[in-house]
C-alpha cells in the first residue's frame, strides 16, 4: 500500500514563489512515475508536471518556465517548486505517484491560494 501526503501550501500573493512536497511510503517510489495535478474551484483536475523514473521532467504549458518538478528517490519525495505565481496557480494541488503504467496513488491535496 502507498500513501502519499503533501505538504507546503499556503497564501502568497503574486510573484512569491513556494515549495510543495510530497512524502510516499512504500517501496514502488523510485518505480514509479510521480506527478503533481491541481484543481480549481468549478474545475476538472488538470495535470501539472510528470517525472519519469529515469528523472527525465516535463510540465504544463501553463506554468512552463515558472514550476519545476524534482524526485529524491533516497528519500522517496517529488518536489514542485512554483516561482512567479499568478492568482490562476490558486487550486488544491495533489501528487500523483503511477506504477507499471496503469496503478494510481492520489495524496489528499495542499491549498494553494495565490492573492492579485
Known amino acids: 500500500q502507498v500513501q502519499l501526503v503533501e505538504s507546503g501550501g499556503g497564501l502568497v500573493q503574486a510573484g512569491e514563489s513556494l515549495n510543495l512536497s510530497c512524502a510516499a511510503s512504500g517501496s514502488i517510489f523510485s518505480n514509479s512515475v510521480l506527478a503533481w495535478y491541481r484543481q480549481a474551484p468549478g474545475n476538472q483536475r488538470e495535470w501539472v508536471a510528470s517525472i519519469s523514473i529515469a528523472g527525465s521532467a516535463t510540465v504544463a504549458g501553463s506554468v512552463m518556465g515558472r514550476f519545476i518538478i524534482s524526485r529524491d528517490n533516497a528519500k522517496n ?3 514542485l517548486q ?3 505565481l499568478k492568482p490562476e496557480d490558486t487550486a488544491v494541488y495533489f501528487c500523483n505517484l503511477k506504477f507499471n503504467g496503469y496503478i494510481n496513488y ?9 492573492s492579485s
Not at 492520489?106 to 495565490?114: I, K, L, P
Open 106 to 114: 492520489w495524496g489528499q491535496g495542499t491549498q494553494v491560494t495565490v
Open 82 to 84: 512554483m516561482n512567479s
Open 77 to 79: 519525495m517529488v518536489y
